[in-house]
């Protein structure tokens, strides 16, 4: 069975830290790119970030470049992502996903999703 679990959010102040995981099971991440994405209150969902586990390629929206970092380990079955210099405008769900595809630019679907975690950003 394929699962998705994400982990890690919380409630941190203007300027802290905050590192979100993304456990996946009943499959190896090797051949998939993940995604992490980001759902605000009356907003749309949002992709912030992807990583090809295939060779680690990545990609990030505007917003989060040079705060927010996405890693994998392999070994582990996982994919993190880093998020330094939280502003309040980052509070929202984030949500891990799967995409059925190599690599972050690829045609694939995202397939899997987990049922997220919440981040709040504020003082």
């Known amino acids: 069975q394929v699962q998705v679990v994400e982990s890690g959010g919380g409630l941190v102040q203007p300027g802290g830290s905050l590192r979100l995981s993304c456990a996946a099971s009943g499959f190896t991440l090797d051949d998939y790119a993940i995604g992490w994405f980001r759902q605000a209150p009356g907003k749309e969902r949002e992709e912030m970030s992807c990583i090809s586990s295939h060779d680690g390629s990545t990609t990030y929206v505007d917003s989060v470049k040079g705060r927010f970092t996405i890693s994998t380990n392999n070994a582990k079955n996982s994919v993190y992502l880093q998020m330094n210099s939280l502003k309040p405008e980052d509070t929202a769900i984030y949500y891990c996903?799967?995409?059925?595809?190599?690599?972050?630019?690829?045609?694939?679907?995202?397939?899997?999703w987990g049922r997220g975690t919440q981040v709040t950003v504020s003082s």
């Open positions: 996903a799967i995409k059925d595809s190599y690599y972050c630019a690829g045609s694939g679907s995202y397939d899997y």
